[in-house]
């Protein structure tokens, strides 16, 4: 699967924290300092080192937290990947529509893995897990975005889907 500029969109079914990439992307909570879901598991598999970059940041930049739809980069610590991107999905909302905020996750992550210089970007499927996102919308806005944001020197951006149901989806959207 091909999107612009050359880079080449794939997907993987599992555990984004045994992934290989320059970036991985972690769909964190505000706090930055770790929690459930993806930002825990990124967290222990990271160890330490993440959890001390985000401290850094939180004493500095982010006193009051990553702001939805925004992204920043740490280390990777002892994660197979030079850094991780953390990036504030929203909670999925029936009255209010907040898709431009889950665009900008990744239109976010891309433009950080972009001044890193990473060539290659792991995303999972940010805002679809405990901030119960519907997977199917959230598949389409993440393809549509990346397919439109995606630019050098990113060669290939991954989505890791964690279940079955993740997977199709962004199979389907990713056609």
Known sequence: MSTGEGVRLTL????ITRQKADVLVNAANSSLLGGGGVDGAIHR???PEILAACRALRASHYGKGLPTGRAVATTA??????????????????TDDRSDLLASCYR????????LGARTVAFPAVSAGIYGWPVRDAARIAVRTVRAEAT????????VLFDDQA???FAAEAG
């Open 45 to 47: 598999a990271g160890g």
């Open 108 to 115: 976010e992550s891309l433009s950080v893995a972009a001044e």
């Open 167 to 169: 997977y199709e989806a």
């Open 77 to 94: 610590g002892r994660l197979d990947a030079t850094w991780v991107v953390h990036t504030v999905g929203p909670v999925w909302s029936a």
């Open 152 to 159: 050098a020197p990113v060669e290939e951006v991954r989505f």
């Open 12 to 15: 993987a079914r599992g555990d």
